[in-house]
């Protein structure tokens, strides 16, 4: 579906880091690929950990979720949203998505909150359960942008902290403003299938610099600063990207441009080649946007949607490597218990959608 990009020049800075013998928590290359981060971003606070799912659990651990907390997630997600909520002791919320973006409908989101919570001392109560509906983490759905400005509109009016979920985003903006930092906060994932990878790895951002130290204190075991002892003064986690994994990452951000120029002119030929379809349409983002196109995405039209895994058992039978979107959240058996609102456009969008291969080698050019 996206195989990692990994040339012999990737291959420098991991044998640099192994042969200086610094492939674990210190080393040159973690600050190396941070600054390269910090200027891609532009935003200077940031924290590099094991993944995209811990940079998550690091964030709502800093911010304090608990059990008495009900965290607002898309319903058309990744698993890893869901389960750092419940790792921290909180309740996720679903909320619908829409066609136009793949993101949180925000209208029927704001129709939602207006009908089913109350403000009290500044804190949004869902009225059922009577928990906090205080963070939101919103998706940037495979690269594509969420209608995030006017989605920061209606939370900030209840006083509802937005966090994103950029994971698959590295690499897209609105109007030169890169996503996940709208936000109080952003992670972004380097796994394997990503735009770019370190193999395993993530990342936090906020422009908040003391939330920052918080999550970096939480990420490295919570370990005290002192010359020669080792002391922890709360609990913390091992959530630390390795220097070997950020010599990759590192490696792998310098080509970052072309890697992308080679999956606009992928995304551009698929949307060429299917512009008449009678049956599919190739998504694309947001007008005023530049999204990574990490992942190119049909969608049938209604008429069509039972035709979905027809079309995904013919692809792989002719060794053709597409898939459907995630399972819905809603649907999976642990998390069904869950509050949520009506679903009705995850659910058929969910019928419709088809991930097609998206490996940005076939139009790269090597340096």
Known sequence: ???????????????????????????????????????????KNIVLTSSGSTALHTILVALGVGRDHEILIPNFNYIASANSILMSGATPHFV????????????????????????????????????????????????????????????????????????????????????????????YSFNGNKIITSGGGGAIVSYNKKFIQKCEKLSTTAKGKHKYLFFHDELGYNYRMPNINAALGYAQILKLKNILNSKRILNK?????????????????????EYNNWLNIAILKKKYSKLRNLIILECIKNKLNVRPGWTLMHQITYLKKYPKMNLSNSISIFKRLICLPSSPHYFYKKK
Do not use: W
Not at 108 to 114: A, F, G, H, R, T
Not at 269 to 289: P, T
């Open 96 to 187: 619908d998505i829409e066609e136009k973006t793949l993101g949180i409908d925000v209208r029927k989101l704001d129709y939602y909150l207006k009908k089913n919570t109350f403000q009290k001392k500044n804190v949004c109560i869902n009225k059922k359960t009577k928990k906090k509906i205080q963070f939101c983490i919103a998706l940037h759905t495979y690269g594509y942008p969420c209608d995030i400005k006017n989605l920061k509109k209606i939370l900030d009016k209840r006083k509802i902290l937005l966090i994103e979920d950029a994971a698959e985003a590295i690499g897209s903006f609105i109007k030169k403003k890169h996503l996940g930092t709208f936000g109080f906060a952003g992670i």
């Open 1 to 43: 579906m996206h195989e990692p990009l990994i040339e012999k020049l990737d291959l420098e800075p991991i044998k640099k880091s192994i042969n200086t013998g610094f492939v674990s928590s210190v080393g040159i290359h973690l600050e190396l690929f941070k600054k390269k981060i910090q200027a891609l971003t532009n935003c």
């Open 269 to 289: 030929k698929y949307k060429e080649n299917f512009k008449d379809n009678e049956y599919l349409k190739i998504f694309s983002g947001k007008n005023n946007s």
